[in-house]
């Protein structure tokens, strides 16, 4: 004769249990902080673009476009434009991601696949950690006593050697473009290099397993397998990145020269929004305050197009990636 299935009680504490009308009320102020949280976040940015916005609205009638295809700023004659500190904080911020991320990235492979024993990566990974924790002033002044000194010579040699080239076409006589783009690639290297090795450890052992049992060295691994499948928080990184060097100010405005000029050379001295609305607006007039809000709205525009951007491409690349 067969056997019937016999119904069991479930006992208390089991998972089978339907939620309580506490676990229900739980659930829904969750629900709710999480919504009021995410509202107030957005409220503060279109407040933020409001304030500051109405501020930068005489400017912005007066000036127009022009404002942003012009060189000169003189409150002696009430004309200003910002290409200058457009040009500089798009082309310091690209140079410094495409140093401090390279690095950065070859820092998470470093730590995370197999090269030092646990120990000495909590180390390392501890010292790189820490240099997300050093005031962007103490960057300056080690960029300024310390940095300057020592590449200028080489700065020199280059000037002399490769002068024909647009990169090199000056000479390094103190701040410039070179020693502003070195420390702001260290200044955002913590942030690279923590996303990556996130995105490398979240990476399934197995898929390691794989690629060594078809035969790949670990270099090959590495570059086919690893890298691609943690395309998506590698970009993400350098996104962040990218970001963080859009808004850095102290650091840059005492190493990047603060110079009104639009210039290819890595030695000449130059300007950046930040460091504009840093050193302008402690001693600004009342005929200065609208253009600057002016710039601070243009930075504000800039940072949120690259992050939006950046948002759509690594979506795009993570799809791709699934598929």
């Not at 963080?244 to 603060?258: P, S």
Request: proline letters at 5%; hydrophobic letters at 55%.
């Amino acid at each position: 004769m067969a056997d019937t299935p016999k119904s069991v009680a479930p006992r208390d504490g089991s998972v089978s249990r339907p939620p309580t009308a506490f676990e229900y009320g739980y659930d829904k102020s969750f629900r709710a902080l999480t919504f009021a949280a995410g509202f107030v976040t957005i409220a503060l940015l279109v407040y933020i673009f409001w304030k500051i916005g109405g501020q930068a609205a005489p400017a912005m009638q007066k000036y127009g476009l022009d404002f942003l295809t012009t060189v000169k700023w003189n409150a002696n004659t009430n004309e200003y434009g910002i290409l200058a500190e457009i040009w500089g904080t798009l082309y310091s911020s690209f140079l410094a991601l495409l140093f401090g991320g390279v690095l950065g990235v070859a820092v998470a492979i470093f730590l995370t696949q197999g090269f030092l024993n646990a120990r000495l990566a909590w180390i390392f990974r501890l010292i790189v950690e820490m240099l997300a924790a050093i005031p962007s002033v103490v960057f300056g002044l080690w960029g300024i006593y310390v940095l300057i000194p020592a590449i200028r010579p080489l700065a020199h040699w280059l000037h002399e050697t490769l002068g024909f080239i647009p990169f090199f076409s000056t000479n390094l006589a103190g701040p410039g473009m070179f020693p502003a783009m070195i420390v702001l690639s260290i200044m955002i290297l913590p942030t690279v290099a923590a996303i990556s090795q996130d995105a490398f450890k979240a990476i399934p052992m197995k898929i390691q397993e794989a690629a060594y049992g078809m035969g790949t060295t670990k270099w090959e691994a590495i570059r086919k397998v690893i890298i691609p499948t943690a395309s998506g928080g590698i970009f993400a990184s350098l996104v962040l990145g990218f970001g963080r060097a859009l808004g850095e100010t102290m650091a840059l405005a005492m190493l990047i020269g603060n110079s009104q000029q639009v210039t290819l050379s890595l030695f000449a001295p130059a300007t950046t929004l930040a460091s504009l609305l840093a050193s302008t607006f402690p001693e600004a007039g009342a005929n200065q305050i609208g253009p600057l809000m002016y710039a601070a709205i243009v930075l504000l525009v800039i940072t949120m197009a690259v992050n939006i951007i950046g948002t759509i491409i690594m979506n795009y690349t993570a799809r791709q990636t699934v598929t």
